[in-house]
C-alpha cells in the first residue's frame, strides 16, 4: 500500500490533492463554490477540493492508494465520495497555492480514481476549542484512493450538522424559499436592489439578511443572505410588506462624508455614518478632486452630528500608535481619524 501522512497547514477551510501540474485554488465559480460547501467536497477534475472545519489550522491528513474501498469504521462522522483523475501520476496535497503551502506528494496510477473521504474528530472540534493554537486540533482526515469512476459527488455517511438543506420549498403563505444551491441558481435571474445592510444586520426566520433582490419579470423581493448551523445561503420570497420593513433597516449604496463646524470633510467610506466606529480626513484640495471626478449621485455629504468630540494622528507610513490630538492639523502631515464616542481607538 502507499501512502502519504502528514500535517496541512489549512488556509480557508480547505485541503486540495491535485495533479502536480494541474494545481489550482478551488472552484472558482459561485455555483461550483455552493456545491462543494454543501458536500463538504468536490471535483476539480484533475484534482479533489475538501473542505474541514478548521479555517486556518493545521490538519492531520492520511493518504491512501487502496486496490479496492475498505470498510468504513465507526469512528468516521463523516464520509463522502468524489472521482477525479491525475494524468500525470503526481498527486500534490496543499491548502490553497501549490507553491507556498505544499504539504506533500505521492504516486498515484494515471486511471480514473475515486476518494473516500472520511472525516474525524467532528464532535471534538464542536465542543471543545481548547487545543493550542498553530497545533493541529481534533478535526483529521483519512483519503482512500481506488481505481472507479464517479461523476458527482456520493454521501456515505452524513455528521448530524452538515445535513444538506432543501433547496427549494413553498411556506403555508405561498412563499417560495431556495437554500444553498438552489439560492445560487434562482439569484441568477433576479436583480440587486440598491440598498445595503452592516452590522447588525436584519434578520428574517431564515437568518441574517446582506442585501434584497427583485425579479425583473413578476416584482417580488427576496431577501438574501445566510442562516442554519454551517451557514447556508438563502433567498426568501417576501411580502411586500415584508420587503418595506427589511429595506427601512438599509441605507443607500453612497459615499458618505460628513462636514464638521469647521468645514473640514471626513470620510465614512461605503459605510453608513450610523454604523462606522471612525471617520478619515480629507484633505480640501483631494475634496475638489473627489468631489470632480465622482458622480454626484454616489456622493452623500451630511453634517456631522454631535458624538464625535475624538480626534488621532498617526504617521503617514503608519508607524507609531495613534495619538489624539486638539489640533490644528491640515491632513498632509499624518492621517487624522475622527472617532465616535465610546469607541475603541485602534491603534
Known sequence: MTEW???????????????AEAASAGMPDPAGFQRVWEDHCGSLERGIQVLVPERDDPVRTHVRVLDASAAIEPDW?????????????????????????????IAVSTDPLVARIHWGGLEAWLVDRTWVEGRPGPVHLRIDLVPGELDSVR??????LWT??????????????????GAEQRRESLEPLPIRFW??????????????????????RWADGSGGPMSHKFLQELSPAEADALAAHGFPPVYTYARDAEGRIWSADMMPLERVPALLLIPADRWAILQGFM???????????????????????????????????????GFYQRWRDGAEIVS
Do not use: C, N
Open 155 to 160: 454521501t456515505l455517511r452524513t455528521w448530524k
Open 295 to 333: 458622480p454626484a449621485d454616489q456622493i452623500q455629504v451630511v453634517d456631522l452630528p454631535e458624538g464625535w468630540s475624538r480626534i488621532t494622528r498617526r504617521a503617514l507610513d503608519h508607524t507609531g500608535r495613534a495619538e489624539l490630538v486638539d489640533g490644528p492639523f491640515g491632513g498632509h502631515d
Open 5 to 19: 501522512q502528514g500535517v496541512v497547514d489549512v488556509q480557508y477551510g480547505t485541503i486540495i490533492l491535485a495533479d
Open 77 to 105: 462522522e463523516h464520509v463522502a465520495e468524489v472521482g477525479f483523475r491525475v494524468l500525470t501520476g503526481r498527486l500534490v496535497v496543499f491548502s490553497w497555492m501549490v507553491d507556498e503551502d505544499l504539504a506533500g506528494e
Open 199 to 220: 452590522s447588525p444586520y436584519p434578520t428574517t426566520s431564515e437568518g441574517s439578511v446582506t442585501s434584497i433582490w427583485q425579479d425583473p419579470v413578476d416584482g417580488s
Open 164 to 181: 444538506p438543506p432543501v433547496h427549494e420549498s413553498v411556506g403555508p403563505d405561498g412563499l417560495r424559499l431556495y437554500r444553498g444551491i
